[in-house]
Protein backbone atom coordinates (compact mmCIF):
# COMPACT_ATOMS: atom_id res chain seq x y z
CA UNK A 1 0.00 0.00 0.00
CA UNK A 2 1.79 3.34 -0.85
CA UNK A 3 1.93 6.00 1.42
CA UNK A 4 -0.68 8.28 -0.05
CA UNK A 5 -3.07 5.52 -0.14
CA UNK A 6 -1.98 4.47 3.23
CA UNK A 7 -2.46 8.07 4.37
CA UNK A 8 -5.76 8.95 1.92
CA UNK A 9 -8.60 11.20 3.84
CA UNK A 10 -11.98 9.12 4.19
CA UNK A 11 -15.22 10.04 2.75
CA UNK A 12 -16.35 13.26 4.90
CA UNK A 13 -18.99 12.54 6.96
CA UNK A 14 -22.40 13.26 6.12
CA UNK A 15 -23.97 16.51 7.18
CA UNK A 16 -26.68 16.08 9.83
CA UNK A 17 -30.00 17.91 9.93
CA UNK A 18 -28.51 20.07 13.07
CA UNK A 19 -25.65 21.17 10.32
CA UNK A 20 -28.55 22.52 8.37
CA UNK A 21 -30.55 24.07 10.97
CA UNK A 22 -30.23 27.66 12.23
CA UNK A 23 -27.98 27.11 15.28
CA UNK A 24 -25.76 25.33 13.07
CA UNK A 25 -24.97 27.84 10.03
CA UNK A 26 -22.80 30.02 12.07
CA UNK A 27 -20.50 27.08 13.08
CA UNK A 28 -20.13 25.69 9.06
CA UNK A 29 -18.85 29.58 8.03
CA UNK A 30 -16.51 29.04 11.06
CA UNK A 31 -15.17 25.42 10.81
CA UNK A 32 -13.93 26.65 7.10
CA UNK A 33 -11.51 29.17 5.86
CA UNK A 34 -13.64 32.18 4.80
CA UNK A 35 -12.47 34.08 2.13
CA UNK A 36 -11.11 37.84 1.28
CA UNK A 37 -13.92 39.94 2.77
CA UNK A 38 -15.35 41.88 0.28
CA UNK A 39 -15.02 45.74 0.29
CA UNK A 40 -18.84 46.47 1.73
CA UNK A 41 -17.91 44.17 4.77
CA UNK A 42 -14.90 46.23 5.98
CA UNK A 43 -16.94 48.82 7.81
CA UNK A 44 -19.03 46.01 9.48
CA UNK A 45 -16.06 44.46 11.12
CA UNK A 46 -14.33 47.65 11.97
CA UNK A 47 -17.31 48.92 14.05
CA UNK A 48 -17.29 45.21 15.51
CA UNK A 49 -13.64 45.70 16.70
CA UNK A 50 -14.89 48.89 17.90
CA UNK A 51 -17.90 47.70 19.79
CA UNK A 52 -15.86 44.49 21.12
CA UNK A 53 -16.91 45.43 24.52
CA UNK A 54 -20.68 44.82 23.61
CA UNK A 55 -20.05 41.48 22.02
CA UNK A 56 -20.89 38.77 24.77
CA UNK A 57 -19.38 35.38 24.43
CA UNK A 58 -18.24 35.58 20.48
CA UNK A 59 -14.82 35.40 21.53
CA UNK A 60 -15.79 32.37 23.60
CA UNK A 61 -17.73 30.87 20.21
CA UNK A 62 -14.64 31.76 17.95
CA UNK A 63 -12.03 29.75 20.56
CA UNK A 64 -14.31 26.84 20.50
CA UNK A 65 -15.01 27.21 17.23
CA UNK A 66 -10.98 26.72 16.58
CA UNK A 67 -10.15 24.20 18.56
CA UNK A 68 -12.93 21.72 17.07
CA UNK A 69 -11.25 22.73 13.44
CA UNK A 70 -7.95 21.49 14.75
CA UNK A 71 -9.20 18.24 15.68
CA UNK A 72 -11.20 17.13 12.94
CA UNK A 73 -7.41 18.40 10.58
CA UNK A 74 -6.32 15.61 13.10
CA UNK A 75 -8.75 12.57 13.10
CA UNK A 76 -8.21 13.31 9.01
CA UNK A 77 -4.89 12.61 8.72
CA UNK A 78 -1.49 14.99 7.72
CA UNK A 79 -2.00 18.23 6.73
CA UNK A 80 -0.40 18.08 3.37
CA UNK A 81 -3.24 15.54 2.72
CA UNK A 82 -5.97 18.21 3.91
CA UNK A 83 -4.48 20.48 2.01
CA UNK A 84 -5.00 18.82 -1.25
CA UNK A 85 -8.70 18.06 -0.33
CA UNK A 86 -9.51 21.45 1.34
CA UNK A 87 -10.17 23.62 -2.12
CA UNK A 88 -12.83 21.38 -3.47
CA UNK A 89 -14.84 20.94 -0.02
CA UNK A 90 -14.27 24.31 0.89
CA UNK A 91 -15.72 25.55 -2.51
CA UNK A 92 -19.30 23.09 -1.89
CA UNK A 93 -19.26 23.60 1.89
CA UNK A 94 -18.82 27.80 1.26
CA UNK A 95 -21.76 27.28 -1.67
CA UNK A 96 -24.35 25.15 0.52
CA UNK A 97 -23.32 27.94 3.21
CA UNK A 98 -24.61 30.97 1.38
CA UNK A 99 -27.49 29.18 -0.15
CA UNK A 100 -28.73 28.52 3.68
CA UNK A 101 -28.02 31.93 4.32
CA UNK A 102 -29.70 33.66 1.25
CA UNK A 103 -32.89 31.06 1.97
CA UNK A 104 -33.34 32.02 5.37
CA UNK A 105 -32.85 35.52 4.72
CA UNK A 106 -35.68 35.99 2.49
CA UNK A 107 -38.01 33.61 5.16
CA UNK A 108 -37.38 35.70 7.44
CA UNK A 109 -38.46 38.77 5.14
CA UNK A 110 -41.25 36.79 3.67
CA UNK A 111 -42.69 35.95 7.62
CA UNK A 112 -42.92 39.87 7.91
CA UNK A 113 -39.69 39.76 10.78
CA UNK A 114 -37.16 42.34 11.35
CA UNK A 115 -33.50 42.19 10.43
CA UNK A 116 -32.58 42.68 14.33
CA UNK A 117 -34.79 39.23 14.54
CA UNK A 118 -32.71 37.85 11.39
CA UNK A 119 -29.37 38.57 13.63
CA UNK A 120 -30.06 37.56 16.61
CA UNK A 121 -30.73 33.73 14.85
CA UNK A 122 -27.16 34.40 13.95
CA UNK A 123 -25.89 35.06 18.05
CA UNK A 124 -24.71 39.10 16.87
CA UNK A 125 -28.18 40.48 18.19
CA UNK A 126 -26.37 42.10 20.60
CA UNK A 127 -23.85 43.74 18.37
CA UNK A 128 -24.06 48.17 18.61
CA UNK A 129 -24.39 49.57 15.44
CA UNK A 130 -24.75 53.11 16.64
CA UNK A 131 -21.08 53.23 16.65
CA UNK A 132 -20.18 52.48 13.05
CA UNK A 133 -23.17 55.02 12.18
CA UNK A 134 -22.02 57.75 14.10
CA UNK A 135 -18.49 57.06 12.24
CA UNK A 136 -20.36 56.85 8.95
CA UNK A 137 -21.47 60.71 9.08
CA UNK A 138 -18.39 61.94 10.71
CA UNK A 139 -16.36 60.48 8.17
CA UNK A 140 -18.98 61.91 5.14
CA UNK A 141 -17.12 64.47 3.85
CA UNK A 142 -14.02 62.58 3.88
CA UNK A 143 -15.31 60.09 1.86
CA UNK A 144 -16.97 61.74 -0.62
CA UNK A 145 -14.53 60.94 -3.29
CA UNK A 146 -14.57 56.98 -2.73
CA UNK A 147 -18.16 56.45 -2.10
CA UNK A 148 -18.97 56.94 -5.93
CA UNK A 149 -16.66 53.79 -6.19
CA UNK A 150 -18.08 51.82 -3.61
CA UNK A 151 -21.60 52.90 -3.77
CA UNK A 152 -20.65 51.29 -8.15
CA UNK A 153 -19.56 47.94 -6.40
CA UNK A 154 -22.41 47.63 -3.99
CA UNK A 155 -25.11 48.28 -6.83
CA UNK A 156 -23.31 45.23 -8.71
CA UNK A 157 -23.92 42.61 -5.60
CA UNK A 158 -27.47 41.30 -4.48
CA UNK A 159 -29.29 43.40 -2.09
CA UNK A 160 -29.14 41.36 1.64
CA UNK A 161 -29.64 42.50 5.20
CA UNK A 162 -26.37 43.41 5.84
CA UNK A 163 -25.85 45.59 2.93
CA UNK A 164 -29.50 46.88 2.11
CA UNK A 165 -29.06 50.01 4.74
CA UNK A 166 -25.74 50.97 3.46
CA UNK A 167 -27.33 50.81 -0.40
CA UNK A 168 -29.71 52.74 0.53
CA UNK A 169 -27.60 55.59 1.55
CA UNK A 170 -25.23 55.31 -1.38
CA UNK A 171 -28.66 56.11 -3.33
CA UNK A 172 -29.58 58.98 -1.36
CA UNK A 173 -25.98 60.42 -1.61
CA UNK A 174 -26.17 60.21 -5.48
CA UNK A 175 -29.53 61.70 -5.74
CA UNK A 176 -28.61 64.44 -3.45
CA UNK A 177 -25.29 65.26 -5.55
CA UNK A 178 -27.55 65.08 -9.09
CA UNK A 179 -30.08 67.83 -7.64
CA UNK A 180 -27.10 70.18 -6.76
CA UNK A 181 -25.56 70.12 -10.26
CA UNK A 182 -28.57 70.57 -11.78
CA UNK A 183 -29.26 73.33 -9.57
CA UNK A 184 -26.38 74.84 -10.47
CA UNK A 185 -26.60 74.03 -14.21
CA UNK A 186 -30.08 75.60 -14.30
CA UNK A 187 -28.61 78.92 -12.51
CA UNK A 188 -25.88 79.22 -14.88
CA UNK A 189 -28.14 79.02 -17.97
CA UNK A 190 -30.70 82.04 -15.91
CA UNK A 191 -27.76 83.85 -15.71
CA UNK A 192 -26.60 83.48 -19.15
CA UNK A 193 -30.06 84.94 -20.39
CA UNK A 194 -30.04 87.85 -17.82
CA UNK A 195 -26.44 88.93 -19.58
CA UNK A 196 -27.44 88.52 -22.73
CA UNK A 197 -30.56 90.96 -22.19
CA UNK A 198 -29.14 93.44 -20.86
CA UNK A 199 -26.52 94.22 -23.49
CA UNK A 200 -27.36 95.51 -26.85
CA UNK A 201 -27.84 92.92 -29.78
CA UNK A 202 -25.46 94.69 -31.76
CA UNK A 203 -24.57 98.59 -33.34
CA UNK A 204 -26.59 99.87 -35.42
CA UNK A 205 -25.21 101.32 -37.94
CA UNK A 206 -25.18 104.93 -39.36
CA UNK A 207 -27.40 106.28 -42.17
CA UNK A 208 -23.86 106.96 -43.66
CA UNK A 209 -22.30 103.59 -43.06
CA UNK A 210 -25.52 101.86 -44.81
CA UNK A 211 -25.38 104.38 -47.84
CA UNK A 212 -21.59 103.76 -48.22
CA UNK A 213 -21.76 100.00 -47.48
CA UNK A 214 -25.19 97.69 -48.35
CA UNK A 215 -24.54 94.42 -47.61
CA UNK A 216 -25.47 91.77 -50.02
CA UNK A 217 -24.49 88.72 -47.82
CA UNK A 218 -27.83 86.83 -47.31
CA UNK A 219 -26.41 85.36 -43.75
CA UNK A 220 -26.05 88.73 -42.15
CA UNK A 221 -28.63 90.44 -43.69
CA UNK A 222 -30.89 87.49 -41.62
CA UNK A 223 -29.12 88.26 -38.14
CA UNK A 224 -28.96 91.72 -38.76
CA UNK A 225 -33.20 91.60 -39.09
CA UNK A 226 -33.45 89.15 -36.04
CA UNK A 227 -31.37 91.48 -33.70
CA UNK A 228 -33.71 94.65 -34.97
CA UNK A 229 -37.02 92.34 -34.27
CA UNK A 230 -35.41 92.06 -30.72
CA UNK A 231 -34.05 95.37 -30.13
CA UNK A 232 -37.78 96.44 -31.11
CA UNK A 233 -39.58 94.43 -28.71
CA UNK A 234 -37.72 95.56 -25.88
CA UNK A 235 -36.84 98.88 -27.08
CA UNK A 236 -36.21 100.70 -23.85
CA UNK A 237 -33.72 97.86 -22.45
CA UNK A 238 -32.00 96.38 -25.37
CA UNK A 239 -31.35 99.53 -27.97
CA UNK A 240 -28.02 101.01 -27.95
CA UNK A 241 -27.98 104.67 -26.44
CA UNK A 242 -28.52 107.67 -28.16
CA UNK A 243 -30.28 106.05 -31.42
CA UNK A 244 -33.94 106.87 -31.39
CA UNK A 245 -36.63 103.50 -32.21
CA UNK A 246 -37.35 104.95 -35.68
CA UNK A 247 -33.92 104.55 -37.06
CA UNK A 248 -34.17 100.57 -36.18
CA UNK A 249 -37.53 100.50 -37.96
CA UNK A 250 -35.58 102.11 -40.68
CA UNK A 251 -32.59 99.60 -40.73
CA UNK A 252 -35.24 97.17 -40.47
CA UNK A 253 -37.40 97.50 -43.35
CA UNK A 254 -34.64 98.00 -45.72
CA UNK A 255 -33.22 94.83 -44.84
CA UNK A 256 -36.53 93.26 -44.80
CA UNK A 257 -36.52 94.66 -48.48
CA UNK A 258 -32.90 93.65 -49.66
CA UNK A 259 -33.32 89.85 -47.63
CA UNK A 260 -37.08 89.19 -49.55
CA UNK A 261 -37.00 90.96 -52.84
CA UNK A 262 -39.64 93.63 -51.68
CA UNK A 263 -39.81 97.67 -53.15
CA UNK A 264 -39.59 99.93 -50.60
CA UNK A 265 -42.71 101.20 -50.22
CA UNK A 266 -44.40 97.99 -50.13
CA UNK A 267 -41.64 96.39 -47.43
CA UNK A 268 -42.62 99.67 -45.40
CA UNK A 269 -46.65 99.24 -45.96
CA UNK A 270 -46.79 95.90 -45.07
CA UNK A 271 -44.35 95.76 -42.08
CA UNK A 272 -46.95 98.78 -40.57
CA UNK A 273 -49.73 96.24 -40.91
CA UNK A 274 -48.22 93.85 -37.82
CA UNK A 275 -46.85 93.93 -35.06
CA UNK A 276 -42.90 93.44 -35.38
CA UNK A 277 -42.72 89.75 -34.31
CA UNK A 278 -45.70 89.08 -36.51
CA UNK A 279 -44.47 91.21 -39.61
CA UNK A 280 -41.46 88.81 -39.62
CA UNK A 281 -43.66 85.99 -39.56
CA UNK A 282 -45.60 87.35 -42.29
CA UNK A 283 -42.51 88.19 -44.78
CA UNK A 284 -41.10 84.48 -43.94
CA UNK A 285 -44.88 82.97 -44.64
CA UNK A 286 -44.76 84.35 -48.29
CA UNK A 287 -41.65 82.51 -48.65
CA UNK A 288 -43.24 79.26 -48.39
CA UNK A 289 -45.20 77.27 -51.22
CA UNK A 290 -49.03 77.47 -50.17
CA UNK A 291 -50.23 73.82 -50.05
CA UNK A 292 -51.98 72.10 -52.64
CA UNK A 293 -55.18 71.33 -52.09
CA UNK A 294 -58.56 70.24 -54.23
CA UNK A 295 -62.21 70.58 -54.41
CA UNK A 296 -64.91 67.88 -54.67
CA UNK A 297 -67.04 68.52 -57.40
CA UNK A 298 -70.41 66.76 -55.41
CA UNK A 299 -72.54 67.31 -58.69
CA UNK A 300 -70.48 63.92 -59.77
CA UNK A 301 -69.00 62.37 -57.11
CA UNK A 302 -68.48 61.90 -53.35
CA UNK A 303 -64.99 62.88 -51.40
CA UNK A 304 -64.86 59.58 -50.24
CA UNK A 305 -64.72 57.78 -53.53
CA UNK A 306 -62.70 60.58 -54.85
CA UNK A 307 -60.14 60.18 -52.27
CA UNK A 308 -60.03 56.46 -52.88
CA UNK A 309 -59.57 56.66 -56.67
CA UNK A 310 -56.80 59.05 -56.30
CA UNK A 311 -55.44 56.97 -54.02
CA UNK A 312 -55.78 53.95 -56.24
CA UNK A 313 -52.92 56.23 -58.86
CA UNK A 314 -50.53 57.08 -56.35
CA UNK A 315 -51.71 60.18 -54.17
CA UNK A 316 -50.97 60.99 -50.99
CA UNK A 317 -53.61 63.09 -49.39
CA UNK A 318 -56.27 64.01 -46.51
CA UNK A 319 -59.03 66.24 -45.84
CA UNK A 320 -58.32 69.74 -45.24
CA UNK A 321 -60.19 70.10 -41.97
CA UNK A 322 -63.27 69.76 -39.96
CA UNK A 323 -64.62 73.53 -41.31
CA UNK A 324 -64.93 71.56 -45.03
CA UNK A 325 -66.51 68.62 -46.52
CA UNK A 326 -65.25 68.76 -50.35
CA UNK A 327 -61.58 69.75 -49.43
CA UNK A 328 -58.77 67.67 -49.85
CA UNK A 329 -55.12 68.28 -49.23
CA UNK A 330 -52.42 66.77 -51.91
CA UNK A 331 -49.15 66.32 -49.97
CA UNK A 332 -47.75 64.46 -53.34
CA UNK A 333 -48.51 62.75 -56.45
CA UNK A 334 -47.14 60.27 -58.66
CA UNK A 335 -49.07 61.53 -61.67
CA UNK A 336 -50.16 65.33 -62.41
CA UNK A 337 -53.04 66.32 -60.41
CA UNK A 338 -54.05 68.51 -62.84
CA UNK A 339 -53.89 65.73 -65.75
CA UNK A 340 -55.71 62.64 -64.17
CA UNK A 341 -58.84 61.20 -65.60
CA UNK A 342 -60.37 62.24 -62.91
CA UNK A 343 -59.70 65.84 -63.41
CA UNK A 344 -60.44 65.66 -67.02
CA UNK A 345 -64.04 64.03 -65.78
CA UNK A 346 -65.17 66.86 -63.40
CA UNK A 347 -64.70 65.25 -60.20
CA UNK A 348 -62.57 68.12 -58.65
CA UNK A 349 -61.30 71.26 -58.96
CA UNK A 350 -58.18 72.74 -58.14
CA UNK A 351 -58.70 75.52 -55.68
CA UNK A 352 -57.04 76.97 -52.73
CA UNK A 353 -58.67 76.38 -49.31
CA UNK A 354 -59.26 79.76 -48.72
CA UNK A 355 -61.30 80.60 -51.82
CA UNK A 356 -63.78 78.28 -50.19
CA UNK A 357 -64.52 80.79 -47.55
CA UNK A 358 -66.26 83.15 -49.72
CA UNK A 359 -69.22 80.97 -50.68
CA UNK A 360 -69.28 79.38 -47.46
CA UNK A 361 -69.99 82.57 -45.89
CA UNK A 362 -72.37 83.29 -48.57
CA UNK A 363 -74.29 80.42 -48.25
CA UNK A 364 -76.39 80.35 -51.22
CA UNK A 365 -79.63 77.64 -51.43
CA UNK A 366 -81.40 75.50 -53.88
CA UNK A 367 -84.03 78.33 -56.40
CA UNK A 368 -82.17 81.15 -55.48
CA UNK A 369 -80.84 83.72 -58.29
CA UNK A 370 -76.96 84.70 -57.45
CA UNK A 371 -74.44 86.98 -59.08
CA UNK A 372 -70.62 86.54 -58.90
CA UNK A 373 -69.65 89.99 -60.15
CA UNK A 374 -66.08 88.64 -60.83
CA UNK A 375 -66.20 85.06 -61.32
CA UNK A 376 -63.11 83.67 -63.73
CA UNK A 377 -61.67 80.90 -63.93
CA UNK A 378 -64.67 79.48 -61.94
CA UNK A 379 -64.18 78.13 -58.56
CA UNK A 380 -66.37 79.78 -56.53
CA UNK A 381 -68.83 80.10 -59.28
CA UNK A 382 -69.08 76.24 -59.75
CA UNK A 383 -69.32 75.66 -55.84
CA UNK A 384 -71.93 77.85 -55.51
CA UNK A 385 -73.30 75.98 -57.96
CA UNK A 386 -72.86 72.35 -56.33
CA UNK A 387 -74.18 73.82 -53.25
CA UNK A 388 -77.28 74.65 -55.12
CA UNK A 389 -77.43 71.82 -56.36
CA UNK A 390 -78.14 72.31 -59.93
CA UNK A 391 -80.86 74.63 -59.24
CA UNK A 392 -81.97 78.36 -59.27
CA UNK A 393 -79.68 80.51 -61.30
CA UNK A 394 -76.17 81.64 -61.03
CA UNK A 395 -75.34 84.70 -63.30
CA UNK A 396 -71.13 84.71 -63.89
CA UNK A 397 -69.53 88.17 -64.80
CA UNK A 398 -66.07 88.85 -65.28
CA UNK A 399 -64.59 91.83 -67.58
CA UNK A 400 -62.38 90.34 -68.66
CA UNK A 401 -63.96 89.08 -72.19
CA UNK A 402 -60.60 86.72 -72.91
CA UNK A 403 -61.16 85.11 -68.82
CA UNK A 404 -64.53 83.97 -69.83
CA UNK A 405 -62.91 81.06 -71.91
CA UNK A 406 -61.42 79.16 -69.00
CA UNK A 407 -64.24 80.34 -66.93
CA UNK A 408 -66.43 78.43 -69.47
CA UNK A 409 -64.96 75.49 -69.93
CA UNK A 410 -64.46 74.66 -65.86
CA UNK A 411 -68.24 75.66 -66.10
CA UNK A 412 -68.58 72.53 -68.99
CA UNK A 413 -66.07 69.94 -67.08
CA UNK A 414 -67.42 70.12 -63.74
CA UNK A 415 -71.35 70.04 -65.13
CA UNK A 416 -73.09 72.85 -63.88
CA UNK A 417 -76.27 73.44 -65.74
CA UNK A 418 -77.69 76.62 -64.25
CA UNK A 419 -75.03 79.02 -64.64
CA UNK A 420 -75.16 81.62 -67.20
CA UNK A 421 -71.70 83.35 -68.39
CA UNK A 422 -71.27 86.80 -69.32
CA UNK A 423 -69.06 89.57 -69.95
CA UNK A 424 -69.85 93.33 -68.28
CA UNK A 425 -67.96 96.01 -66.53
CA UNK A 426 -69.48 95.38 -62.76
CA UNK A 427 -70.35 98.70 -62.68
CA UNK A 428 -72.56 98.54 -64.85
CA UNK A 429 -74.71 96.25 -62.43
CA UNK A 430 -77.86 96.50 -62.01
CA UNK A 431 -78.66 98.29 -64.93
CA UNK A 432 -77.46 95.56 -67.06
CA UNK A 433 -79.56 92.67 -64.20
CA UNK A 434 -80.80 93.24 -61.11
CA UNK A 435 -82.72 91.38 -57.96
CA UNK A 436 -80.65 88.94 -56.93
CA UNK A 437 -81.08 87.14 -53.65
CA UNK A 438 -77.03 87.18 -52.87
CA UNK A 439 -74.12 88.47 -54.17
CA UNK A 440 -70.80 87.62 -54.24
CA UNK A 441 -67.89 90.23 -54.87
CA UNK A 442 -64.27 89.08 -55.11
CA UNK A 443 -63.09 92.23 -56.23
CA UNK A 444 -59.89 92.45 -58.09
CA UNK A 445 -56.90 93.32 -55.27
CA UNK A 446 -53.11 93.94 -55.68
CA UNK A 447 -53.14 90.47 -54.17
CA UNK A 448 -50.64 91.39 -51.17
CA UNK A 449 -51.80 87.61 -49.64
CA UNK A 450 -51.62 85.66 -52.56
CA UNK A 451 -47.28 86.70 -52.66
CA UNK A 452 -46.40 83.30 -52.68
CA UNK A 453 -48.36 82.01 -55.32
CA UNK A 454 -47.30 85.24 -57.15
CA UNK A 455 -43.92 86.87 -56.22
CA UNK A 456 -44.35 89.72 -59.21
CA UNK A 457 -46.04 91.44 -56.88
CA UNK A 458 -43.19 92.11 -54.46
CA UNK A 459 -41.93 94.93 -56.92
CA UNK A 460 -44.80 96.09 -59.29
CA UNK A 461 -46.69 97.57 -57.23
CA UNK A 462 -46.48 101.45 -56.14
CA UNK A 463 -48.76 104.03 -54.05
CA UNK A 464 -50.80 104.76 -57.11
CA UNK A 465 -51.79 101.04 -57.55
CA UNK A 466 -53.64 100.79 -54.20
CA UNK A 467 -55.32 104.03 -54.86
CA UNK A 468 -56.62 103.44 -57.98
CA UNK A 469 -57.84 99.91 -56.57
CA UNK A 470 -59.24 100.87 -53.30
CA UNK A 471 -61.43 103.38 -55.30
CA UNK A 472 -62.61 100.49 -58.14
CA UNK A 473 -63.01 98.33 -55.26
CA UNK A 474 -65.57 101.25 -53.43
CA UNK A 475 -67.49 101.37 -57.04
CA UNK A 476 -67.57 97.98 -57.23
CA UNK A 477 -69.22 97.34 -53.31
CA UNK A 478 -72.00 99.97 -54.06
CA UNK A 479 -72.98 98.09 -57.42
CA UNK A 480 -72.94 94.69 -55.11
CA UNK A 481 -75.60 96.18 -52.82
CA UNK A 482 -77.91 97.68 -55.52
CA UNK A 483 -78.00 94.75 -56.99
CA UNK A 484 -79.53 92.40 -54.68
CA UNK A 485 -83.09 92.60 -53.78
CA UNK A 486 -83.82 93.97 -50.44
CA UNK A 487 -87.53 92.54 -50.59
CA UNK A 488 -85.80 88.93 -51.30
CA UNK A 489 -87.12 86.20 -48.81
CA UNK A 490 -83.49 84.65 -48.59
CA UNK A 491 -82.60 87.95 -46.86
CA UNK A 492 -80.65 90.22 -49.47
CA UNK A 493 -76.57 88.94 -48.98
CA UNK A 494 -73.16 90.65 -50.45
CA UNK A 495 -70.52 89.33 -49.70
CA UNK A 496 -66.92 91.21 -49.91
CA UNK A 497 -63.66 89.08 -50.41
CA UNK A 498 -60.12 90.24 -51.83
CA UNK A 499 -57.01 88.48 -51.70
CA UNK A 500 -55.14 91.40 -50.04
CA UNK A 501 -54.17 91.95 -46.27
CA UNK A 502 -53.88 95.95 -46.65
CA UNK A 503 -56.78 98.20 -44.18
CA UNK A 504 -57.36 100.71 -47.85
CA UNK A 505 -58.91 97.42 -49.87
CA UNK A 506 -60.69 95.89 -46.92
CA UNK A 507 -61.97 97.50 -44.09
CA UNK A 508 -61.84 100.68 -45.49
CA UNK A 509 -64.01 100.04 -48.59
CA UNK A 510 -66.26 98.43 -45.73
CA UNK A 511 -66.32 101.34 -44.10
CA UNK A 512 -67.33 103.71 -46.56
CA UNK A 513 -69.85 101.26 -47.83
CA UNK A 514 -71.60 101.54 -44.42
CA UNK A 515 -71.70 105.22 -45.24
CA UNK A 516 -73.25 105.37 -48.27
CA UNK A 517 -75.66 102.88 -47.47
CA UNK A 518 -77.36 103.41 -44.45
CA UNK A 519 -79.97 100.68 -44.91
CA UNK A 520 -76.77 98.19 -44.50
CA UNK A 521 -75.47 96.17 -41.91
CA UNK A 522 -72.79 93.62 -41.05
CA UNK A 523 -73.84 90.31 -40.40
CA UNK A 524 -71.50 87.89 -38.17
CA UNK A 525 -69.57 84.59 -40.12
CA UNK A 526 -68.25 81.69 -38.63
CA UNK A 527 -64.63 82.17 -39.56
CA UNK A 528 -64.74 85.73 -38.44
CA UNK A 529 -61.05 87.36 -36.79
CA UNK A 530 -60.75 90.03 -34.35
CA UNK A 531 -59.82 93.35 -35.93
CA UNK A 532 -55.95 94.38 -37.50
CA UNK A 533 -56.59 98.41 -37.04
CA UNK A 534 -54.03 98.88 -34.64
CA UNK A 535 -52.36 101.62 -36.29
CA UNK A 536 -52.38 105.74 -36.57
CA UNK A 537 -54.68 107.30 -39.30
CA UNK A 538 -56.92 104.18 -39.54
CA UNK A 539 -60.42 105.68 -38.98
CA UNK A 540 -63.71 102.59 -39.14
CA UNK A 541 -67.08 102.07 -36.87
CA UNK A 542 -66.17 99.82 -34.03
CA UNK A 543 -69.15 97.28 -35.93
CA UNK A 544 -66.32 96.56 -38.57
CA UNK A 545 -63.50 96.10 -36.17
CA UNK A 546 -65.39 93.58 -34.87
CA UNK A 547 -66.50 91.86 -37.75
CA UNK A 548 -63.08 91.70 -39.71
Known amino acids: ?156 EPVTARNMEKRSKALDRMAAKEAELDLEDAGRDDRAEDDLEDVAIFDLPTAEERESGKTTDVGELSRR ?28 ISD ?56 NRGVNLEPIGKWTNVGLQVFESSVPIGATPEYLAGHYMLQAASSFLPVIALAPQPNERILDMASAPGGKTTYISALMKNTGLVFANDSNKARTKSLTANVHRLGCKNVVVCSYDGREFPKVIGGFDRVLLDAPCSGTGVISKDPSVKINKSERDFTLLSHLQKQLILCAIDSVNPDSKAGAFVVYSTCSVTIEENESVVEYALRKRPNVHLVPTEFQRKDLLKKKGIKVRPKVKSFV
Not at 65 to 73: I, Y
Not at 233 to 239: E, G, R, V, Y
Not at 270 to 293: K, W, Y
Request: negative net charge; glycine residues 4%.
Open 1 to 156: MGRRQKNKQGDPAPLSAASITKPGKRKAEDEYPKPAPKKPRSEVTKSKAKGKENINGSENRAKKASKKKSKNVKDAGDSDEWEDMASDDEDDLQAHTKFNFEEDEEEAFLDGQEDDDFFSREGVQQLDLSSSESEDESQSDEDDQSSTSSDTSDSD
Open 256 to 311: ISNYYGYNEFLAEKLFNLFPVSEAIEFFEANETPRPVTIRTNTLRVRRRDLAQALI
Open 225 to 252: IQDCARVLSDFKKLASKGRSRSEYVEQL
